[in-house]
Nanobody, 115 residues
Framework: QVQLAESGGGLVQPGGSLRLSCTASGTTDPVTNMGWYRQSPGHERGRVAFITKGGNTWYSDAVQGRFTISIDNAKNTVYLQMNDLRPTDSAVYSC?????????WGQGTQVTVSS
């Protein structure tokens, strides 16, 4: 059973930075891609960024230029560096890992951007 453990969320002031981490365990299968999604109250969950095991990346327009996703294949960990955070970035951020045999989600970590 694949498990994803997220960390790095918290409270930060506008303009600040946070780095989220998500580590996968429970399988020796290579990951196809990993990504981050977010959901705020009253909104549907939306994709923020994803990265393939080969390092190709995609970002939503809302975070392009401010967030950076990276992957450490040896550690089965994906990171999301978030800079210049805005109140509109406040949400529960969840990690997803896609394997040949299926996809798995983490439980989410809260990010709150407020002064």
């Amino acid at each position: 059973q694949v498990q994803l453990a997220e960390s790095g969320g918290g409270l930060v002031q506008p303009g600040g930075s946070l780095r989220l981490s998500c580590t996968a365990s429970g399988t020796t299968d290579p990951v196809t891609n990993m990504g981050w999604y977010r959901q705020s109250p009253g909104h549907e969950r939306g994709r923020v960024a994803f990265i393939t095991k080969g390092g190709n990346t995609w970002y939503s327009d809302a975070v392009q230029g401010r967030f950076t996703i990276s992957i450490d294949n040896a550690k089965n960990t994906v990171y999301l560096q978030m800079n210049d955070l805005r109140p509109t970035d406040s949400a529960v951020y969840s990690c997803k890992a896609v394997y040949n045999l299926g996809e798995y989600w983490g439980q989410g970590t809260q990010v709150t951007v407020s002064s």
